[in-house]
């Protein structure tokens, strides 16, 4: 069911006259010795102080001489290696011929969000790690890079008042709901909307957008881009309602009877995990999205937010993933002299980013790793002043291949710290699966899907962290397209 | 949207608002709250529905200004509008019809608000209601006639012995639980209170529900701010709750955690 509409545009194809052109302008061996494009970055010492981007983006000379790396493969890899199968090679073409607004234009016809993907999706697991430029023990061609870059050129062009490519089908009299406003629910939006349904996106909070405005912060994703992308949305029709809470304020049997077709349920992770051990009730001790939603979406830290957060001199952030670390790189900013990743396996298994890590360490964050923490402790107010973590080693690799961390016995430190930041996961959100009877969920407490993501109403999709139990962005929009699709071909085969 | 149409003083710190919001009114059941928002940059902050009435289309809540953002909240006028307002959140009340013994709700200064709806359902359901409403002083009692019109008896006590009988909600409660049969409990305000009533009601071995108010940020699920302890698991108060047995909440921590941000705010 792999949907493909760069079929219809066929002057995009690889074998397009430029495109032929610009592969016999330049021998292989001169492309592949290009150097790959280094990412312009913020000075570290001055980062800290702020929440400014930190990667700047490319400028046009560097795009170009990166997209000239690009070999146009006649089997391209990196198209398989991304969970929305992006015409890489053809965007990155055209940012070498200089038709950057053409590039973005692809972009769009697969992604609802190009300029969020170009800034957080692990490139170095999917497109890239696919490139025909590792076979050869050279870097790949830099495609997250590129796509930020046509992205931002597009987004700076709209700014400037030119005119937005609308690509949409003639409206089809079909209205759909969804529920909640993260990248899977945009995805679906932006595709539904494309293939001419009416849209209306609801969601829970006050702000649109969900783990975009509430999760990652401004220094990896600044709310500006997301805005422009949601700009984008609404110029496809898509209506965009804050303050409503699927299955609540409008249950689904109200969506029925305003006239929705089917509703499409991306509410996303919910409830953080702890785990489980004492002291974690202390004050100061908090989920990641507690601390991270007070800061991004609350404004928390900034003198004129009512919203407080804590400001500890020594944090310690508990997991080894992206959420992870935007919260210990966040502490550094709110003024922590030590933050401390606490990780219980090896530097080498952390799920985090490398990119993540890497500018984690640029700004003095600190990694603990093979260490778990076993027990806080308070002082006589019940705020938190220290924990007791058990030193580990690595044992034998456990089901997901990894090596398994194993507790060296009597090996327990105890750390001050006066502020703990636990980031090892949500479950699902559970408020929707609790309120439309009927609606089959698994034992995680995730919404049961068939492999179209259909639900076991037949009028409700699911897609993202309530259907997967926590993912990256790009899965998540991979659902939302998916499932738009499924949900598009049998509403329409419905109306006939 | 979410005009204020009505607003009334109760006392000095304690206003009734009564709000445009008819999604919420017509959704809403008893033991629900809502998240209000003032201003671009404001709190969330959780209130529980005092009333609602659908064919209007608006909801009344009860705010009584005890940081900067509730003062905002109370210093709005009827013609302005909230920022923000969702809802209805949490679960609602269990509602049960009692054949043996008497319901006792009771609420302790602008907890009576959240009662009120709970008290009108137990009764509506058939039950004997007795309200007990506590306060420091006369001029802090709230809602007593609409309290009246629900309950078959209504006890008032006062810490200064302003009004009713002088003494805590404790004792009000217990002269109940001495005279006659009482099936279930529920006790709504400061959680100091609800934790002596559910010590007093532990000791009788009646079924006691109360109502929690902890600190929350988005208050759908997300966040875990509002995790309490009941029965030695982890719940959260916003999706779990915010109603739970009473004997089981661990008040002592929750007490504690509600001072999280004592010292940050003035």
Not at chain 1, 42 to 69: F, K, M, S, W
């Amino acid at each position: 069911m792999k949907q493909n509409d760069n079929d219809i545009h066929a002057a995009d194809t690889r074998d397009s006259i430029w495109r032929a052109g610009l592969r016999a302008a330049m021998p292989a061996k001169e492309r592949t010795a290009i150097p790959r494009a280094a990412m312009p970055q913020l000075d570290p010492a001055y980062r800290i102080t702020c929440n400014e981007e930190v990667n700047r983006g490319l400028d046009e000379e560097q795009a170009v001489a990166e997209a000239t790396r690009c070999l146009d493969c006649p089997d391209p890899q990196c198209v398989t290696g991304c969970p929305v199968n992006i015409d890489i090679p053809g965007f990155i073409k055209n940012i070498q011929r200089g038709e950057t607004l053409e590039a973005a234009a692809i972009l769009k016809r697969t992604s609802a969000l190009p300029a969020v993907c170009g800034r957080v999706c692990p490139q170095e697991r999917q497109c890239e790690s696919r490139c025909i430029y590792n076979k050869m023990k050279r870097p790949p061609v830099a495609i997250g890079y590129l796509e930020r870059f046509a992205a931002d050129t597009e987004r700076r062009a709209l700014a400037d008042g030119a005119h937005p490519d609308i690509d949409k089908a003639a409206p089809n009299g079909l209205r759909v709901a969804v529920a909640g406003s993260g990248p899977c629910a945009l995805s679906f939006a932006g595709d539904m909307a494309r293939r001419g349904f009416e849209v209306d996106v609801f969601e829970a909070l006050h702000e649109i957008g969900g783990v975009l405005k509430y999760g990652i912060p401004e220094f990896r994703l600044p709310n500006a881009v997301v805005d422009s992308e949601l700009d984008n949305l609404r110029r496809l029709g898509v209506r965009f309602h804050t303050d409503i809470v699927i299955g609540k304020t409008l249950s689904y049997d109200d969506l029925i009877e305003r006239g929705y077709s089917g509703l499409f349920v991306a509410s996303g992770a919910g409830l953080p995990r702890f785990m489980g051990i004492p002291g974690e009730n202390f004050i100061g001790v908090m989920s990641s999205n507690e601390y991270l939603t007070r800061i991004n979406l609350m404004g928390a830290g900034s003198p004129d937010a009512p919203t407080p957060v804590a400001r500890g001199r020594r944090v310690a952030v508990i997991g080894g993933g992206n959420t992870a670390m935007d919260s210990v790189r966040t502490a550094r900013r709110m003024g922590a002299e030590r933050a401390i990743i606490v990780y219980r396996r090896s530097l080498a298994e952390m799920p985090a980013r490398i990119e993540e890590v890497e500018h984690a360490k640029e700004e003095g964050v600190e990694f603990l790793t093979l260490c778990n923490p076993v027990e806080y402790l308070a002082d006589e107010n019940g705020r938190v002043r220290a924990m007791r973590v058990q030193r580990m080693e690595l044992g034998q690799p456990d089901a997901s291949g990894r090596r398994s961390p194993v507790p060296i016995p009597g090996a327990i430190d105890e750390i001050e710290v006066d502020e703990v930041i636990v980031s090892v996961g949500v479950s699902p959100n559970p408020l929707i699966p609790d309120s439309i009877s009927g609606l089959d969920v698994t034992s995680r407490g995730t919404i049961a899907v068939d492999e179209n993501l259909r639900s076991s109403i037949p009028l409700i999709f699911a897609g993202g962290d309530i259907v997967r139990g926590g993912a990256t962005v790009i899965l998540a929009m991979g659902d939302g397209r998916r499932a738009a699709a499924a949900m598009a071909a049998q509403l329409l085969k419905q109306k006939k | 949207m979410f005009n204020i149409i009505e607003k009334e003083h109760f006392s000095e710190k304690v206003v009734k608002l009564v709000v445009e919001a008819p999604e919420i009114a017509r959704a809403r059941k008893p033991g629900h709250f809502v998240i209000v928002r003032t201003g671009s940059k404001g709190e969330r902050i959780p209130l529980t529905i005092a009333d609602a009435d659908p064919v209007a289309g608006t909801i009344t809540l009860v705010v009584q200004a005890v940081g900067d953002s509730t003062r905002l909240l109370c210093e709005l006028s009827a013609g302005d509008s909230l920022t923000d307002l969702v809802g209805p959140l949490g679960r609602s009340t269990e509602i049960r019809h009692h054949s043996e013994g008497a319901v006792v709700c009771c609420g302790g200064g602008v907890g009576v608000a959240p009662l009120l709806p709970i008290i009108k359902a137990m009764k509506a359901a058939g039950n004997r209601v007795i309200s007990v409403l506590a306060a420091r002083s006369r001029d802090l009692i709230i809602l007593e006639d609409e309290v009246r019109t629900h309950s078959d008896e209504v006890i008032i006590m006062t810490d200064d012995g302003s009004y009713g009988r002088k003494g805590l909600v404790t004792a009000g409660v217990e002269e109940v639980l001495q005279r006659e049969t009482v099936a279930e409990v529920v006790t709504i305000g400061p959680p100091v209170m609800m934790k002596f009533v559910a010590l007093l009601t532990r000791k009788y071995n009646v079924p006691t529900l109360c109502s929690l108010n902890t600190i929350m940020v988005d208050g759908t699920g997300m966040c875990g701010a509002c995790r309490v302890n009941v029965g030695g698991k982890m719940r959260f108060v916003c999706v779990d709750g915010p109603e739970f047995d009473a004997h089981q909440v661990d008040f002592d921590e929750m007490m504690m955690r509600m001072r999280a941000y004592d010292k940050q705010k003035p």
